[in-house]
């Protein structure tokens, strides 16, 4: 998934690539559906203006879609990804530091395939792979956490 280059491209992607109708997403929010048409559309460019900030979380939040909250963490040079749930596992804990282990090898071999050739396609893939070592990171680290607190049991 590329990144938006303008706070439009995200906003117009949040909008009207959602399962959702904009009139569906205007009710969720508490606006008109003018007024979401005005905030995605290039032609108006005061729309940004008339845009206050709490109301993105609301749009982002009926459209179940974080484009706009990626652009603005790509223009803070931060990336942001949804902390997976750890769900009751059937893996034991070696089972899980092998898996683990793949995807970290995984994402080497990319970043050497990237690096010996950059291309667009080579760079999409290292781009899925760190963000798979990462959400498996993150997985791992709710797992451990409730581990040590004793909380081990309810995965098995």
């Avoid at 117009?12 to 003018?34: P, Q």
């Avoid at 769900?87 to 092998?98: F, G, H, P, Q, R």
């Avoid at 667009?120 to 990462?134: F, G, H, P, S």
């Amino acid at each position: 998934m590329q990144t938006p280059r303008t706070l439009y491209e995200s906003i117009y992607k949040t909008l009207h690539r959602s399962a959702k109708e904009l009139t569906e997403i205007a009710d969720d929010c508490g606006l008109s559906a003018n007024s979401l048409y005005r905030y995605s559309s290039q032609e108006d460019s005061t729309s940004f203006a008339d845009l206050p900030l709490r109301r993105l979380l609301p749009i982002m939040n009926s459209t179940n879609n974080d484009t706009i909250l990626d652009f603005l963490e790509m223009k803070r040079g931060r990336i942001a990804f949804r902390i997976p749930r750890v769900a009751c596992t059937k893996l034991n804990d070696s089972e899980m530091v092998e898996h683990y282990q793949n995807v970290t090898i995984d994402a080497v071999k990319t970043l050497r395939q990237f690096l010996s050739n950059p291309t667009k396609k080579n760079y999409k893939y290292i781009e899925d792979a760190l963000r798979e070592v990462m959400q498996e990171s993150a997985s791992i680290n709710k797992y451990v956490a409730k581990k040590a607190c004793g909380q081990g049991d309810f995965f098995e």
